[in-house]
């Protein structure tokens, strides 16, 4: 199946730092989506991006499908972005399955 | 007007104890799913109904067994249960399962604690 990896798995920030998460996916998709598990557990839809750019408020996404990755831009970041980021994909084959990657943990301090 | 919700929030019970948690979707979407969320943060599949119909069955136990009784509804039971059991169960939904524009929505988890 669709393999799915993220980077850095870990992150650490100051309050008002800018940072850039990274997902790789190993086949065709046609389905990306950002999360967000915030520190009470809940995952937070950021983004629908299996290609293009979107922006949305500090944060912003760009999937490149054909070289097979996709960024989460996070601007200014904040004590309440703390969490864990998660990139998931639904490959061309995968028929409703949604494969998530490990998840990058990030921590931003005041 | 929460989309996917979920019951319970939270779920104790002990080894050998049957449980069951429900999810119902008010978005009209024909597909719902179960996934669990495992110690180390690990996101996976249990399964899949569009319009009633179970068309993902990872590999799980047969102690699990989900159940649709309309396309809005999607309960997971859960048969002699076990301390590998807990972990937090996700429900979500799509429009469909195959679709370019066919985003998951996620309910908020339920944490099952086996002791």
């Known amino acids: 199946g669709i393999q799915v990896e993220q980077s850095p798995p870990d992150l650490i920030l100051q309050e008002g730092a800018n940072s850039t998460l990274r997902c790789n996916f190993s086949?065709?998709?046609?389905?990306l989506q950002w999360f967000h598990q915030n520190p009470w557990g809940q995952l937070i839809n950021l983004f629908y991006?299996?290609?293009g750019t979107k922006q949305n408020g500090r944060l912003s996404a760009t999937t490149v499908a054909t070289e097979r990755y996709s960024l989460l831009y996070i601007s200014s970041s904040q004590t309440t972005d703390s969490g864990v980021y998660f990139c998931?994909?639904?490959?061309?084959?995968?028929?409703?399955?949604?494969?998530f990657g490990q998840g990058t943990i990030l921590t931003v301090h005041p | 007007d929460t989309a996917v919700s979920q019951t319970p929030k939270y779920l104790v019970t002990q080894m050998g104890n049957d449980k069951s948690i429900k999810c119902e979707q008010n978005?009209?979407?024909?597909?719902m799913y179960w996934y669990k969320q495992d110690s180390k943060k690990f996101l996976k599949i249990m399964f899949s109904?569009?319009?009633?119909?179970?068309?993902i069955n990872e590999t799980v136990p047969n102690r699990f067994s989900p159940k649709s009784p309309d396309k809005a509804h999607l309960n997971l039971h859960i048969n002699s249960l076990e301390l590998g059991d807990s972990a937090v169960y996700f429900c979500?939904?799509?429009?469909?399962?195959?679709?370019?524009?066919?985003?998951?929505?996620f309910g908020n988890g339920t944490r099952l604690t086996v002791t």
């Open positions: 109904y569009n319009n009633k119909e179970l068309i």
């Open positions: 086949d065709s998709v046609n389905n």
């Open positions: 991006i299996p290609s």
């Open positions: 998931a994909v639904r490959g061309g084959t995968s028929y409703g399955k949604l494969t």
């Open positions: 979500a939904s799509s429009q469909d399962p195959v679709s370019y524009n066919s985003p998951l929505h």
């Open positions: 978005l009209g979407h024909d597909t």
